[in-house]
Nanobody, 125 residues
């Protein structure tokens, strides 16, 4: 199983980025997918998740994420996305995608079976 993130980079505050995660080696449509992030010196935290079939989405409780980020998936392309709008310097982190065999898409790190290597997002003020 391989998960490969892309789309990270340097962006100014208020700008937008779209992250992608391409999955291989698994039946993508059978997995819930999630985005997590880890800032320097901090623990990895949940950002958003999308379930395997209905596409039910959940977002971090933090109001700083909800409403600015949108998670989506294209099962035909084995790809998940994270649209990030109105980014802030505090969004700076390495963003990881993860796959959850159970299919529900939770916010719990240990529920996920596979992880990508991450893509760096840096937001300048």
């Amino acid at each position: 199983v391989q998960l490969v993130e892309s789309g990270g980079g340097l962006v100014q505050a208020g700008g937008s980025l779209r992250l992608s995660c391409v999955a291989s080696g698994l039946v993508f449509s059978n997995y819930a997918m999630g985005w997590f992030r880890q800032a320097p010196g901090k623990e990895r935290e949940f950002v958003a998740a999308i379930s395997w079939r209905s596409g039910l989405t959940t977002y971090a409780d933090s109001v700083t994420v909800t409403g600015r980020f949108t998670i989506s998936r294209d099962n035909a392309k084995n790809t998940m996305y994270l649209q990030m709008n109105s980014v802030k310097p505090e969004d700076t982190a390495v963003y990881y995608c993860a796959a959850d065999r159970a299919g529900w898409g939770t916010s719990t790190i240990t529920d996920y079976d596979y992880w990508g290597q991450g893509t760096q997002v840096t937001v300048s003020s």
